[in-house]
């Protein structure tokens, strides 16, 4: 059996489909019986992220062209190498010559279509749904991205499966939160600051975070907003509200981009608490992290979050800026609860697992022999 991984998310800016990747992959190339073949421009980035097996190999594309690699080489690489099945975030190649994997993490652009621009709405729904219809195994994150995909695109609820995110073990692993201050004070310059997660966009809902920075300070002169995340759509509300703070709150926020893994932990563990008011999600796994952490966690309860119960006491409207204003007062003036943290990273921990998400997509696969 041979499987072919376009992989070409890692020749980008980090995102939630590069740690799917990674993660599932991780584990499946444990597997002896199956070859992998894994595509991207930069093949040096896959082989650091992928371990070199003997059943694994990686093909290095000869363009960054999202048409030339999806209209003319991955085509010719299926054929090449005698592929039997290729897996495919969101869009597969017209020319379908072996059988196809296509995880589609969400469609929000469909349901909250003001959040996006009319091109990527047209583009994207075209695409999408082509590449899902043709799908030989369709696959999704949530439950609520399953509803959403059979709701616009008319597939029936039994050709759609549900092969969720997890979360890494590295997360849950014990810590010395006043040596992760120490470490992310001396080499970041920040402390005591309530942490983002997530790239820039309209709907990640950046803007209603920065809103309420003018009251937490009236409650803690020293608290700081950190985002971490790359702008992928431009946020007109972030920009606007950011250029309307004064000038002594200004300093008051940092924006990160491009961390190494191993410092996003150690910026968990050390932040006060995490704060998520993203509109819409295809899943969601940065209160995730969050929680395994056991740091307080402050999440939207919209879309595919509201499946995250262990947050209910946390949970919040984010369209209602005066609820998150409060939540955000209460919770500076909270002591927190180290056992319900424990409890909220162990129930993390059973549910939601990359060992068991591999498992669930590789049991798609009619393997040979």
């Not at 940065?286 to 309860?301: D, R, V």
Request: net charge positive.
């Amino acid at each position: 059996m041979k499987i072919f991984i376009d992989a070409h998310v890692f020749d980008n800016e980090y995102q939630g489909t590069r740690t799917y990747i990674k993660e599932i992959y991780n584990i499946l190339v444990k597997r002896n019986d199956i070859e992998f073949y894994f595509a991207a421009f930069d093949i040096e980035n896959l082989r650091a992220n992928f371990p070199l097996e003997s059943n694994v190999y990686f093909i290095k594309y000869k363009s960054k062209s999202k048409f030339y690699r999806l209209g003319i080489e991955i085509p010719i690489l299926l054929k090449k190498y005698k592929i039997d099945y290729a897996h495919f975030q969101y869009v597969s190649p017209l020319i379908k010559n072996c059988k196809t994997i296509i995880t589609i993490h969400d469609i929000l652009f469909l349901d909250f279509p003001k959040e996006f621009s009319l091109f990527y709405k047209l583009s994207k729904k075209i695409l999408f749904y082509i590449s899902s219809v043709r799908a030989d195994i369709l696959t999704t994150v949530s439950e609520y991205s399953k509803q959403r995909i059979e709701h616009h695109f008319k597939i029936s609820s039994k050709n759609i499966f549900v092969v969720p995110n997890g979360v890494n073990e590295l997360y849950f692993k014990e810590y010395d939160k006043f040596i992760s201050q120490k470490y992310i004070y001396e080499k970041y310059g920040i402390k005591n600051y309530i942490l983002y997660v997530s790239r820039i966009e309209p709907r990640k809902n950046h803007a209603s975070l920065l809103k309420v920075l003018p009251d937490i300070c009236e409650i803690d002169k020293s608290i700081s907003i950190v985002f971490v995340g790359h702008k992928s759509i431009n946020s007109k509300d972030f920009e606007d509200t950011l250029d309307s703070l004064p000038d002594n709150l200004k300093g008051c926020t940092k924006l990160l981009n491009h961390i190494p893994n191993n410092d996003l932990i150690i910026l968990y563990q050390a932040a006060r608490l995490f704060f998520y008011p993203s509109k819409a999600e295809g899943f969601g796994i940065p209160p995730l992290e969050a929680g395994a952490i056991k740091i307080p966690t402050y999440c939207s309860n919209t879309t595919a979050m509201g499946d995250f119960r262990f947050f209910k006491n946390t949970f919040f409207n984010p369209n209602d800026q005066k609820e998150i204003t409060d939540i955000l007062i209460k919770a500076l003036n909270s002591t927190p609860d180290k056992d319900k943290l424990n409890d909220i990273s162990l129930e993390i921990k059973e549910n939601y697992s990359w060992d068991s998400a591999a498992n669930s997509l590789i049991s798609l696969i009619p393997l040979k022999g």
